[in-house]
Structures are given as C-alpha cells and as structure tokens.
C-alpha cells in the first residue's frame, strides 16, 4: 500500500512545534508492524509531498486510526497546513534494479 500525502504548509506556523509534531509522528508510524518506509520530497513552489509505503491495507489501518495520528491531523488542520490531500494506492506491480 502507498500513501501518497500532498500539502502546503501555511507561511505563519510555528516551526518548532510543527517539527516536533512531525518528528513524534514518525517515532510512532515507524514502531507499527507492516510500516516499510516514509520518504518527504519539496517542490520548488513549496509543496510537499509524503510518500508512505505500508505492507497491507490492515497496516495502513493501523495508521489512519492511530488515536494520536488523529489528534496530530486536526491539529494540522487548524494550525499547520494551507491545504494537504492523501491518496492511498493498491501497488499492481513493482519492479526493483540495483547496481552491485
């Protein structure tokens, strides 16, 4: 499962507490048990966006109703974000190469 998470952050937040809230998300999200890996990329005009992979539907659950996770979004909502979109996404095939 892939989560894919778009946002602007809005120009007048605390940076501090964001990144603290970040940083607690990502202690937590790496402890749960399907969790594969969580990449962060910013485009030029600002916007992130959060790659997440996850091992199953069930592990990505685990994340979505995580009770702080949730908290830490409404949170996001009134404070940190200009807007975000999350687009979860069935993996139909993958592929891997790698120079020795």
């Given at each position: 499962?892939?989560?894919?998470?778009?946002s602007?952050?809005r120009?007048?937040?605390?940076?501090d507490?964001?990144d603290?809230d970040?940083?607690?998300m990502?202690?937590?999200?790496t402890q749960?048990?399907?969790?594969i890996?969580?990449?962060?990329?910013?485009?030029?005009?600002?916007?992130?966006?959060?790659?997440?992979?996850?091992?199953?539907?069930?592990?990505?659950?685990?994340?979505?109703f995580?009770?702080?996770?949730n908290?830490t979004?409404?949170?996001?909502?009134?404070?940190?974000?200009q807007?975000?979109?999350?687009?979860?996404c069935?993996?139909?095939?993958?592929?891997n190469?790698?120079?020795?």
């Amino acid at each position: 499962m892939v989560t894919l998470f778009f946002s602007q952050l809005r120009k007048d937040i605390d940076m501090d507490a964001y990144d603290a809230d970040r940083m607690r998300m990502m202690d937590q999200i790496t402890q749960l048990s399907g969790f594969i890996s969580s990449k962060v990329f910013t485009a030029e005009d600002g916007e992130r966006l959060n790659v997440v992979l996850f091992e199953s539907d069930e592990a990505q659950d685990q994340w979505r109703f995580n009770p702080d996770h949730n908290q830490t979004q409404q949170k996001g909502r009134e404070e940190y974000y200009q807007y975000y979109r999350s687009i979860v996404c069935e993996s139909v095939r993958e592929s891997n190469w790698e120079k020795e």
